[in-house]
């Protein structure tokens, strides 16, 4: 069988939390790769994006890239209801998850993404960020209230504007496009970002393959201290017919970090 893409993925809790409580999931036989970053403190935060990778792993034999968008929204709702229930019935406390997305259908991708985990694409001897973060500071820096350089200090920079499980209803951006051969996703939790540039995250992924890339990344954040939790993913698109040839990921893989 001629594989389409070559998926990577590595976790690891950092040198500073006591439980990971980031998650992700592999499953390229539906086109769903994603990273969740749960909130809520220990066992919730786990739960959370535990909760949302579950959901996203039921998904199955989308018909076209628009079905898989509308399959992940659904799961990704239903996972924002139980997140509401278990917050419920644990007395009200917050229990959410930042999620990114990566989708890809006979060609076609789509990136959905609610909080501040980021996805970007190498495509070429160029990278780009397709996320927006949905944090309080990056509101801040796209009303110009705040400069790049300021926001590094800003002491509310880490609070989100959007997560799966904290409002009724789940508030997700999604954009669309065409696949190129060789186009390189690449989606993390904050955990990277924290420590690792955007140069860096694109020389690594553009030079290295899939699994070969989340290793390193995750490695040079460990090496800089990693405060937080990191979980990088990275895909690599080569459509049939290409004489590209990569070390692949098969079958579903859904991680939960361990201690």
């Not at 460990?222 to 079958?251: C, H, K, Q």
């Amino acid at each position: 069988m001629v594989r389409i893409f070559d998926s990577g993925a590595t976790t690891d809790v950092g040198k500073v939390r006591d439980e990971n409580e980031d998650a992700f999931l592999v499953l390229p036989e539906s086109g769903v790769w994603a990273v969740a970053d749960g909130m809520g403190g220990h066992e919730a935060g786990a739960l959370a994006s535990a909760t949302v990778v579950n959901a996203l792993q039921t998904i199955r034999t989308p018909t076209s890239v628009t079905d898989l968008v509308t399959l992940c929204y659904d799961r990704l709702s239903q996972a924002n209801h139980k997140l509401l229930q278990i917050a419920d019935e644990k007395g009200g406390i917050v229990i959410g998850a930042t999620v990114a997305a990566f989708l890809a259908h006979d060609g076609y991708y789509a990136c959905l993404w609610s909080g501040d985990s980021r996805i970007y694409l190498v495509r070429g001897d160029q990278m780009s960020q397709i996320s927006r973060d949905h944090t309080e500071v990056a509101e801040l820096i796209a009303e110009g209230v705040l400069t790049q350089e300021e926001a590094q200090n800003w002491p509310r920079r880490n609070v989100i504007t959007r997560a799966i499980g904290v409002h009724d209803e789940i508030d997700v951006e999604i954009t669309q496009g065409v696949l190129q051969k060789g186009d390189t996703f690449v989606i993390c939790s904050d955990g990277l970002t924290a420590h690792v540039s955007d140069e860096e995250i694109f020389q690594i992924a553009r030079f290295h393959a899939p699994q070969s890339a989340t290793d390193a990344l995750v490695a040079l954040t460990m090496e800089r201290g990693a405060l937080d939790n990191v979980t990088v993913v990275v895909i690599r698109y080569a459509p049939r017919g290409s004489t590209v040839v990569f070390p692949a990921t098969t079958g579903p893989i859904a991680q939960w970090g361990q201690k």
